[in-house]
């Protein structure tokens, strides 16, 4: 079994994985902001980790000992109009989805590359693959990721390490409901954030997710891109064979 690394372990998606690896046998390294918040995770090492600062990236790593898989999952969203979204909240998220993403990723690459084997896994979105209105900071930063991990499995495939990026699309771990609202009173865009429900489409669980990273870890030739689910496949089938002329999803937005 797999030593495995898992960041933003202390809740949603991240605690699911923990679990569901935990369960198939493999060893478990829950870390998050507050470990206080993994003592009751059935996992081998709950450790401080957060994946904007570079000193507990540096000790996490240290303290974790030999690491197999890294899971990449730490992140958060946001809800504004691109007009009108403090840009420190775009900055937040890239350091957090997207530049914390690589920051942690570049701790765990020399060992493993010294090994010549390891994987990377990264949890994406849908999001990464097609935009959203109203969520448009949190697509352009899964867009980075995946094009930072699209390089890395060309990068460092030579040395055996195999890199994936997990895409569900929503997830009823209640993340977006408690996300930051960012619109004024009398917004313009109220409407178009009211008609947002109805574009994100049906859900599926953390444990299906979670089941998803699991089961790419335990594959001996994993695919690049893994969606999650029957609507994550759906929808970026649908946005493969849309035209190029105009956005996606443009027809189905009524407000």
Request: aromatic share 4%; hydrophobic share 45%; proline share 7%.
């Amino acid at each position: 079994m797999s030593s495995v690394l898992i960041t933003g372990a202390s809740k949603g998606i991240g605690r699911a994985i923990a679990i569901e690896l935990s369960s198939r046998g493999h060893r478990v390294i829950a870390t998050a902001r507050r470990p206080e918040a993994l003592a009751d995770l059935p996992v081998d090492q709950r450790l401080r980790l957060d994946v904007t600062v570079q000193e507990t990236v540096d000790q996490a790593v240290r303290d974790a000992g030999d690491i197999d898989v890294l899971v990449s999952n730490a992140g958060a969203t946001v809800r504004a109009p691109l007009e009108s979204v403090p840009l420190s909240e775009v900055e937040h998220l890239f350091q957090l989805n997207t530049f914390g993403a690589l920051r942690v990723a570049q701790s765990v690459l020399p060992a493993m590359r010294e090994r010549g084997a390891g994987r990377l896994v990264f949890v994406s979105s849908i999001q990464g693959r097609l935009v959203l209105p109203m969520i448009g900071p949190y697509g352009a930063s899964k867009w980075a990721l995946e094009a930072l991990a699209e390089t890395l499995a060309i990068e460092t495939g030579h040395f055996g390490i195999k890199v994936s990026v997990v895409q569900p699309g929503v997830v009823s771990t209640g993340g977006g409901e408690r996300a930051k609202v960012f619109l004024k009173e009398n917004d313009p865009y109220t409407p178009l954030y009211e008609a947002l429900p109805a574009l994100r489409g049906d859900s599926v669980t953390p444990e299906e997710v979670a089941a998803t990273v699991a089961d790419t870890i335990e594959q001996s030739e994993p695919p690049l891109r893994v969606p999650v689910g029957a609507p994550a496949k759906r929808i970026l089938q649908a946005r493969k064979e849309a035209p190029e002329g105009q956005p996606f999803l443009t027809a189905e937005i009524n407000w």
